[in-house]
């Protein structure tokens, strides 16, 4: 039963970041009752916005957020962003670094102005060390992590060149990870009165996804990688992980092959370094079925598997379905669905706001309600280009 109201109403964001891993971040926080006005320029906005001015893709990572449309080059654009901070708990952004001091609105600039202000920066690389003034997208995070080696490493196939899926993983990862550390200087700030610069990093975040490569690479005898292969079924394939003695032994019923239960290429210490062989064996069986008689059979034996399904198959997805996953959202071009918070609380309802805001779209509502501005000021700062 919903009963109460979502645990951030009251907090009050401004952001500034474009594209992925700090929109993701500042729409969390607007999905758990933050109040967020995303800052854009002028005539551009974020640039998922498409030529159109509103797209999917921004829908995803921007719902829920009001637009107010500022040139941070113009002297009364930056004023403007500077008492918007002074209104505000919590500032995000996602510029290379030295940009926000480029337009005196870094933290430095700020701090002894907004003590409680808690600013969150989200870069490839961080604000600090050799690699600070690089630029990076999350396919330069990847790589340099060495996440994607680790991930070509998995693989059964000998590849010719380095894996990367083209999932944006560093961004979506990064963004998670700000939108934890914000909660902490929250509760920080809560218990001490002060805020808090948040650096985040999209290398740093990456290397949390390979701690056993990482331990592995510090070893002069390093342990067999693990890794999980597809098992090959009559239409398609299956993944079935096998990770302790009561998984392998649900298996070997789901299989009818009690054999195997002795067979002392399966053992426990051994089936690591075997996992060629026993996805042999998983396959003269598997190769008969269908998926999801194959996925049937060895859930009922409670071995942890799945069909492989598509994102398509997702969004009508009946465990989905259930959990509520998605909220649909429209434009000009019809209605489709953004997925909501990956976690729900048991009191309040976290679903996202339907609300996808024109670019600019609530200029004149944030300058009136949050610096109590008369219009003759905003059509001064509209004839200046300072606002649009």
Not at 8 to 25: K, M, N
């Amino acid at each position: 039963m919903i009963t109460t109201g979502k645990p951030l109403e009251g907090l009050q964001v401004l952001d500034f970041s474009t594209v992925y891993a700090g929109p993701i971040c500042a729409r969390m926080l607007a999905d758990c009752g933050a109040e967020v006005v995303k800052v854009e320029t002028p005539g551009i906005g974020d640039i998922t916005r498409g030529p159109k001015g509103v797209s999917r893709i921004y829908a995803h990572f921007n719902a829920g957020k009001s637009s107010i449309a500022i040139d941070l080059k113009t002297d009364s654009g930056r004023a403007i962003a500077r008492q918007l901070m002074s209104t505000v708990d919590v500032v995000v952004e996602n510029y290379r670094p030295g940009v926000m001091k480029k337009f005196g609105l870094d933290y430095g600039a700020v701090k002894d102005e907004f003590p409680s202000l808690i600013y969150c920066s989200m870069s490839g690389f961080g604000q600090s060390g050799p690699f600070v003034d690089r630029a990076a997208y999350a396919p330069i995070a990847q790589a340099s992590s060495g996440f994607d080696h680790a991930h070509m490493e998995c693989q059964d196939e000998v590849q010719d060149r380095p894996h990367n899926s083209g999932i944006m993983v560093a961004d979506i990862l990064t963004g998670a990870y700000a939108f934890g550390a914000i909660q902490a200087a929250f509760l920080g700030r809560a218990s001490h009165g002060r805020g808090d610069h948040i650096d985040v990093t999209m290398l740093e975040s990456m290397l949390t996804l390979i701690p056993p490569q990482l331990q592995n690479a510090q070893l002069s005898d390093p342990a067999a990688a693990r890794s999980y292969r597809p098992v090959a079924v009559k239409d398609g394939f299956v993944m079935v992980c096998i990770i302790s003695g009561k998984n392998f032994k649900g298996l070997c019923k789901a299989m009818d092959r009690p054999d195997l239960m002795e067979d002392e290429r399966f053992a426990q210490t051994n089936r690591t370094r075997n996992p060629q062989l026993l996805v042999a064996e998983i396959e003269s069986w598997s190769a008969s079925l269908t998926a999801q008689e194959c996925e049937e059979r060895l859930n009922s034996c409670g071995v942890p598997c799945s069909i492989y399904n598509s994102p398509a198959d997702m969004l009508d997805h009946p465990q989905m379905k259930a959990r509520g996953t998605f909220t649909e959202v429209q434009d000009d071009d019809g209605a489709y669905l953004i997925q909501n918070l990956p976690f729900q609380f048991a009191g309040v309802n976290l679903g996202s706001s339907d609300l996808v805001a024109l670019l600019g779209q609530h200029t004149d509502e944030v300058l009136v309600n949050r610096l109590d501005m008369a219009e003759e000021q905003i059509v001064e700062l509209r004839k200046v280009g300072a606002v649009a």
